[in-house]
């Protein structure tokens, strides 16, 4: 798997259910970010997770990290047809100077 | 008004031309990218500059220059525009390398 790898690529729910979604990667992290995109606009920041930190909430969104397996889960609870969006995983890695890397996404569709 | 702006929003362009995507911030961020994004492929960062005389090359930067004219702008130049150059691109800011990021709305660019 590359840096930062989503899977499911897309995710089909209805309103009301719970959305999990994972994030892969490689290499050492310092953090990893949670972005969400409604289609064909800019990207938005949703949670940041460090490296010693094991699970962050925000409103509806709960993301969990285990370094040990080098992965990450978002779980959006209660879903809303406005949830439907893309949503990326970036990971910062151990190193100075380097940028944030964007996974290729998940697509979630929630429909009423 | 938005922390983040993009223009032009829509850009149709030929083979060959060359085309400026300009960048503008009012967050005070020293950090700022160009990021290209392609249906599947998701974000792909080409250049990225940590203050005004920092400037570096991201996964992606054949094709492309970029001027840090100021703390607040930040321009993508194609030299000379290619049809697989066709995409939507992003500028984003932050404050810190593996800190939280925030985008502008993007611009389609197409070329023929």
């Known amino acids: 798997s590359q840096q930062g790898e989503e899977d499911p690529q897309a995710l089909s729910i209805q309103e009301g259910e719970n959305a999990t979604m994972n994030c892969s990667y490689k290499?050492?992290?310092?953090?990893l970010q949670w972005y969400r995109q409604n289609s064909g606009r800019g990207l938005v920041h949703l949670i940041l997770?460090?490296?010693?930190?094991r699970e962050k909430h925000s409103g509806r969104l709960r993301v969990t990290l285990d370094t040990s397996k080098k992965s990450s889960s978002l779980l959006i609870t209660a879903s809303r047809a406005a949830d439907t969006a893309s949503y990326f995983c970036?990971?910062?890695?151990?190193?100075?100077?380097?940028?944030?890397?964007f996974g290729k996404g998940t697509t979630l569709s929630v429909s009423s | 008004d938005a922390d983040v702006t993009q223009t032009p929003r829509n850009r149709i362009t030929k083979t060959g031309k060359r085309i400026m995507l300009e960048c503008s911030q009012t967050?005070?961020?020293?950090?700022m990218y160009w990021y290209r994004q392609d249906p599947g492929l998701g974000l792909r960062l080409i250049y990225y500059?940590?203050?005004?005389?920092?400037?570096n090359k991201g996964e992606i930067s054949d094709g492309y220059s970029v001027s840090r004219q100021a703390q607040a702008k930040f321009s993508l130049s194609l030299e000379s525009a290619i049809p697989n150059q066709t995409a939507l691109y992003f500028c984003?800011?932050?404050?810190?390398?593996?800190?939280?990021?925030?985008f502008g709305p993007g611009t389609r660019l197409l070329v023929l």
């Open positions: 500059s940590f203050d005004v005389k920092d400037i």
């Open positions: 967050k005070g961020h020293d950090r």
């Open positions: 997770i460090r490296s010693n930190e």
């Open positions: 970036a990971t910062a890695l151990n190193q100075a100077g380097t940028a944030l890397i």
């Open positions: 984003a800011t932050g404050t810190g390398a593996q800190e939280t990021q925030y």
């Open positions: 290499t050492s992290i310092n953090n």
